[in-house]
Every structure is written in structure tokens, then in C-alpha cells.
Nanobody
């Protein structure tokens, strides 16, 4: 069982930046692929970014603004968010692929382990 601990959410003005962290203390961190998802009120949870064997990728809505990265020595995955817009306001979730993961990395059903979520609010 993998425990994910998120941090970094908060309130930021439009055009500002935030960095989110997702730590997996004591885990075999390098064995997992990771994703970031978000959910706004009244909306479906949607894919944001993933990092896996083929490298990082991001959804079209955030490409060029958000960057996913990982530090295996620190057992941490990051989401750097720049040029934030009000429509980026959502609860952001970190997710990790299980040992038998299959299907698209863009689909939440690929992932077995989830963080508690952290609120990101973009407002002036």
C-alpha cells in the first residue's frame, strides 16, 4: 500500500505561480508512474499531467504552463503551475499507478493510489 502526502495548495492571483508536492515516504518510489488530476465544483475529475517511463506529459489545457517532475532520491513528485488562470481553480490530486496498471496514463482508472487532495484557488 502506497501512502501519498500532498502539500503546496493555496490562494494565488491570476498570472501567479504555485508548486505542488506529492511525497511517498518509505516507498519504492521509482517503481511507480504518477499522475496529477483535478476536480472543480460540479465538474468531472480531469487529467492534468503524468510522468512515467516515456517521460512527462500534460493536458492541452495546461501545456506550456504546468510542468510535472520527480525526484526519486526524495520520493517526491512535483507539479509546477505557472501563469495560473481562474479556470485552474480546483482540488488537485496526486495519484500513483499500481503494480498491475494498464490502459491510458490519461485515465484515472489507471491509478490505484490517491492523495487526499489539495485546494488551489486562483482569484484576485
Amino acid at each position: 500500500q502506497l501512502q501519498l502526502v500532498e502539500s503546496g495548495g493555496g490562494l494565488v492571483q491570476p498570472g501567479g505561480s504555485l508548486g505542488l508536492s506529492c511525497a511517498a515516504p518509505g516507498s519504492s518510489f521509482a517503481s511507480y508512474a504518477f499522475g496529477w488530476f483535478r476536480q472543480a465544483p460540479g465538474k468531472e475529475r480531469e487529467f492534468v499531467a503524468t510522468i512515467n517511463w516515456s517521460g512527462p506529459s500534460a493536458a492541452g489545457s495546461v501545456k506550456g504552463r504546468f510542468t510535472i517532475s520527480r525526484d526519486n532520491a526524495e520520493n517526491t513528485v512535483y507539479l509546477q503551475m505557472n501563469s495560473l488562470k481562474p479556470e485552474d481553480t480546483a482540488v488537485y490530486y496526486c495519484a500513483a499507478e499500481g503494480p498491475n496498471g494498464s490502459g491510458s496514463y490519461y485515465n484515472e482508472r489507471r491509478y490505484d493510489y490517491w492523495g487526499q487532495g489539495t485546494q488551489v484557488t486562483v482569484s484576485s
